[in-house]
């Protein structure tokens, strides 16, 4: 429907750049290098936020949880979740941590296989034409056949030549992108694959130890930056840690992930939590929510702000963290990386 390509303006520098036909606002400002502030690309965390000053607009998601009433009253709206109709001028606060060093592009990318992991996790290998260029920590953005609006998954491998994209994706519910990844979807199929996206990404540079922090699919991104991490020279010498939860002993695929990469397996520490109590089988790591036993280890570890700390999880876990390493640990957040999604 929206096969124009419209200019989107910004009112405080009147710097204008197009958008594509299927692209939102948040899409077109990367693809275009402007520092739009975001976060999860998919309606969730409220960074996104502009005022229209002129122009049709249109809203994908009315309901989307980033807007609150008061900011929807106001006349806020989600660059990710709205689509231009015509030349439109806004009125946003950039953010220069937002700037895309690699600027998001589409491709076609084919299923090439996909792994089991756990009951509800598995491995996606998917190939496309060109090479996959992302930093370590990135997202993509996946269109996938009969799902409306794109799905955010981060990706488990290297960026590297051969246009490999891998993810660990877990299978929440049966709505939702799950099921067309996990049972519709079949080897040589083809989908949509937008990226690079994210500010969670591996940063170089200091010389601080890094701390990994994770539960479930969350491992993904962490896979990534730990990969390059512990094969980077300048970090030879720095100590990587991976402290990883699940509900049981069976939900944890991070020891096995680790175990098949030589560098990885070699590099990182890695500290398994179980948190349901009820489990009675036989288990020897901690227990608990990964952020308590992050906490107790770090009682014993020195000062917080010796580390760098890169996590990704469902908002309970990023939002528990968040309390005990800013507001209890004082640790700068500019020490802190994550992305936070629905
Ligand atoms: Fe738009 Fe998160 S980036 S709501």
């Known amino acids: 429907i929206h096969m124009a390509r419209h200019l989107i303006t910004l009112e405080a520098s009147g710097q204008s750049f197009p958008c594509d036909a299927g692209d939102t606002v948040l899409r077109a400002a990367l693809r275009a290098g402007i520092a739009f502030p975001y976060e999860c690309s998919s309606g969730g965390c409220g960074s996104c936020q502009f005022e229209r000053v002129s122009g049709d607009l249109e809203e994908l998601w009315p309901q989307a949880p980033g807007l609150t009433p008061r900011a929807r009253e106001r006349g806020r709206q ?7 109709r015509g030349d439109c001028t806004l009125r946003v606060r950039l953010k ?66 051969e246009g490999l994209w891998q993810f660990v994706i877990k299978q929440i519910g049966a709505g939702r992108g799950g099921m067309a990844l996990f049972e519709f979807l079949q080897p040589g199929d083809t989908i949509g694959l937008d990226a690079p996206y994210g500010m969670a990404h591996l940063r170089l540079g200091n010389d601080r130890d890094i701390v990994c922090v994770g539960g479930g699919s969350g491992i993904s991104p962490l896979l990534s930056i730990l990969a390059a991490a512990a094969r980077a020279p300048e970090l030879a010498s720095r100590r990587l ?102």
């Open 78 to 84: 989600l660059a990710c979740q709205t689509v231009p």
């Open 96 to 161: 220069p941590d937002c700037q895309p060093s690699l600027r998001p592009t589409r491709r076609r990318a084919t299923l090439v296989s996909r792994t089991r992991l756990t009951a509800d996790m598995a491995e996606f290998s998917f190939r496309a034409g060109e090479p996959a260029d992302f930093l370590p920590g990135q997202y993509a953005l996946l269109d996938l056949p009969g799902v409306a609006g794109a799905r955010a998954y981060s990706m488990s491998n290297l960026p590297n030549d």
């Open 241 to 342: 840690l991976l402290f990883y939860g699940g509900r049981t002993p069976a939900d944890l695929c991070a020891p096995a992930l680790l175990a098949r990469d030589e560098a990885l397996a070699r590099r990182v520490e890695c500290v398994t939590a179980i948190s349901d109590p009820a489990y009675a089988g036989a288990w020897e790591g901690q227990r608990g929510f990964v952020h308590q036993v992050l906490q107790g280890w770090l009682e014993s570890a020195g000062d917080a702000s010796g580390y760098d700390y890169y996590f990704c999880g469902p908002p309970p876990m990023t939002d528990a963290l968040q309390r005990l390493l800013m507001l209890e640990k004082r640790v700068p957040t500019a020490q802190l990386h994550f992305d936070r999604f629905v």
